[in-house]
């Protein structure tokens, strides 16, 4: 039983991981209606701003964290204000390539920046541990569940309350309504971009702090969101969390349980694992478990 | 009395439907496709090792270009899933091929067949969903694929691959030791016939399908899938068919590769490659026949041709450990520079910039 929790513990701490990748894809997705691609590389993008601030220039690790998500908000801006503004009315395959080609290039630019080694960014929390009946949390993955708790929350309260949160959600209701009543909705798609890019600051940090350093490759596990994303529905951030958590949980039970029950299935099934349990939802639910019902008209 | 003289000679204005639906545009296109041919088969007996490879990969990006096409392009599925179908046309041929000895059309029809298949299963996929759901969904399958090779290693040789010893051989005639009329050909040079003769039979059937009932029924699909549905079109039957044929045409491009390459392993097979397949079509000119021709050559041909000459290029570490960046991440980098150029500066891709030049041309000195 104690095993069983711990692992449930684990999937819960990665999921949260997920659920922070998947909410800057939703944000995007929500108000524009494009799938970033360029996720990962924003979210690498963002930890390696969290590096050079707090190693190389040697500043403390909370200012650092908060300028490497201004930094990644205003990078995430910058992008969708030099290309994505230009493909305005242009089918959505060309935005979602264009984010593909992106992918790539911000890639090579940060491995051209900072090199293919693994970069520390330091370990702010170490190996604290915290024992709760027979299971070990560790704090690390603890601040992790609560970064994911605490940017969900924030994302319900812009939404709920604030003028550009209502101003999105109207934009993405209707952009023709929303532009009649006075709404700027390349400002609105400006700042779900720079949203975007700050949380995916966050998650980059969360994913390279502690012992897992920072790599150009660190992005590859926006591509481990995708389920996550897809299970909660493209359109529902609080979706993107259930996902991130169901999908994490699923991953670490099967990297448990499927070498000793179900060997058949070959070694690190548990990588796959996520994309099965995504085509297994999406055939009975074709728009994730909160993602809003496509209207079909004519 | 008709208002307009039929004279298929002029080849700039179409009047009627017929006209439309010519498989050559004009005699002039005609003339011209026939030089292109005999120059074919000409050229492989002067066309170096070097530039034999690059073509022979072209060749063989072109045939999965073309299908990737009739199902993005034409029918408007967006499919990033097209790297598993050239792994399973790969592999195929790796166990018909290598491991059976079957002859080399019938384990390539057999790859083809296998491919459609598969392709067959996935493609109901395509009805439940649509656009990005259907896209992230197919990046699934690459994942899953992956796996599927990673694992199955009696067939596929597990991580680390598995050799494809099927030669080219057609009755008597062997590509990859050919000899005719006391002129031997390389392997690379020989296996230039057999590719592209099947890229010019797979162009053939895509015009023909494109300009067809079916033809037009994907394409009704792709403009919108519900008013198409609603004038009779049954949407199961062209986005499955889309998917079949497609997938069988990846899978035979894979049967080539893995021939060609004599060795393939998942690695061959990643996200990646899809995600050049989809460039090779938006470079090209997404929903033309020759574009994804065009995009393979120009896609496929780069990275090699940046190889070749990186010490002339400066900032590049042409040796490891050198400073500079090294000719991997600029290949990467070009590669995402140029998807971005084109989709912001000429979407229709290179197909449209040929046309504009010909425009151009044709009303000088009047062109502006």
């Known amino acids: 039983m104690n095993d069983f929790l711990q692992l449930c513990f684990a999937g819960l701490a990665l999921g949260s991981r997920y659920a922070l990748v998947a909410l800057g894809f939703v944000i995007i997705y929500k108000a524009t209606g494009v799938i970033n691609f360029a996720q990962g590389s924003m979210v690498t993008l963002g930890a390696y701003f969290a590096y050079n601030f707090h190693r190389t220039w040697g500043l ?4 650092a964290v908060v300028m490497a998500v201004a930094a990644g908000g205003l990078v995430g801006a910058l992008i969708q204000r030099v290309l994505l503004r230009r493909m305005v009315g242009r089918p959505v395959f060309g935005v979602i390539m264009i984010t593909i080609g992106l992918l790539f ?6 491995a051209s920046i900072w090199g293919y080694d693994a970069r520390d960014l330091g370990d702010p929390w170490g190996i604290d541990t915290v024992k709760v009946g027979g299971v070990v949390l560790s704090v690390k993955d603890l601040w992790g569940i609560a970064l994911a708790g605490a ?6 309260v812009f939404f709920k309350f604030s003028g550009i949160g209502l101003a999105m959600r109207a934009a993405a209701f209707d952009q023709e309504a929303a532009l009649a009543r006075g709404i700027s909705v390349r400002r609105v798609f400006g700042w779900s971009w720079a949203i975007a890019g700050a949380v995916a600051a966050l998650a980059g940090i969360s994913l390279g702090s502690g012992p897992a350093a920072v790599t150009p490759s660190l992005g590859l596990i926006a591509l481990a969101a995708f389920p996550a994303m897809i299970l909660g529905g ?10 991130g958590v169901v999908i994490g949980i699923t991953q ?13 299935l070959g070694t690190n099934f548990h990588v796959v694992m996520p994309y099965v349990v995504m085509i297994a939802i999406l055939l009975v639910r074709p728009y994730g478990l909160l993602g809003t019902k496509e209207v079909h008209r004519l | 009395m008709t208002p307009f003289r039929k004279d298929s000679a002029n080849p700039s204005m179409v009047r009627d439907y017929g006209e439309d639906l010519h498989i050559f545009a004009s005699r002039q296109t005609r003339v011209v496709l026939g030089l292109f041919m005999v120059l074919a088969v000409l050229a492989p007996l002067k066309l170096s090792n070097f530039q034999s490879t690059v073509l022979d990969y072209a060749g063989i990006a072109a045939i999965g270009a073309i299908g990737l096409n009739l199902l993005t392009g034409f029918t408007g599925q967006v499919s990033l899933g097209h790297a598993f179908f050239l792994g399973t046309g790969s592999y195929t041929a790796a166990y018909l091929g290598g491991q059976r000895h079957w002859p080399f059309l019938i384990f390539l029809l057999a ?20 656009g990005n759901y259907l896209a992230i969904i197919t990046v699934g399958l690459v994942f899953t694929g992956q796996h599927v090779f990673e694992s199955w290693t009696s067939v596929t040789g597990g991580l680390n691959g598995t050799s494809v010893a099927a030669p080219p051989r057609i009755g008597p005639l062997d590509f990859s030791r050919l000899v005719v009329f006391g002129h031997r050909f390389g392997r690379d040079q020989g296996f230039l016939y057999v590719i592209w003769v099947l890229v010019a039979l797979v162009a053939l059937t895509s ?9 037009r029924a994907l394409q009704a699909v792709r403009d919108r899938d519900v008013a198409a549905e609603v004038i009779g079109i049954r949407l199961a039957r062209y986005k499955v068919l889309a998917f079949v044929v497609s997938s069988s045409l990846a899978a035979l491009a894979g049967a080539l590769f893995g021939s060609y390459q004599q060795f393939v392993a998942p690695g061959d097979f990643g996200l990646f490659v899809s995600l050049q397949y989809i460039a090779m079509i938006v470079v090209g000119g997404v929903g033309t026949t020759f574009g ?12 090699r041709l940046i190889e070749q000459f990186s010490d002339r290029i400066p900032g590049v570490a042409s040796s490891p450990g050198a400073s500079g960046i090294t000719i991997f991440s600029l290949n990467q980098a070009i590669f995402g520079a140029l998807i971005i150029a084109f989709l912001v500066l000429e979407p229709r891709g290179i197909a449209a910039l040929w046309l504009r030049v010909k425009a151009y041309f044709r009303a000088w000195p009047l062109s502006y």
């Open chain 2, 207 to 215: 015009k023909n399908l494109v300009r067809s009932r079916t033809g």
């Open chain 1, 151 to 156: 940017v969900l929350l924030a994302f319900f």
């Open chain 1, 234 to 243: 493209l359109d529902s951030p609080l979706g993107a969390v259930i996902g």
């Open chain 2, 111 to 130: 790859a083809a067949a296998v491919g459609a298949l598969v392709g067959a299963v996935v493609g109901p996929f395509a009805l439940r969903l649509r």
């Open chain 2, 292 to 303: 994804p021709i065009l995009g393979a050559l120009f896609i496929t041909a780069m990275p």
């Open chain 1, 60 to 63: 403390p690790f909370a200012l």
């Open chain 1, 252 to 264: 670490t039970l099967t990297a448990g349980y499927q070498p000793e029950y179900a060997a058949f």
């Open chain 1, 105 to 110: 290039l911000l890639t090579e630019v940060m």
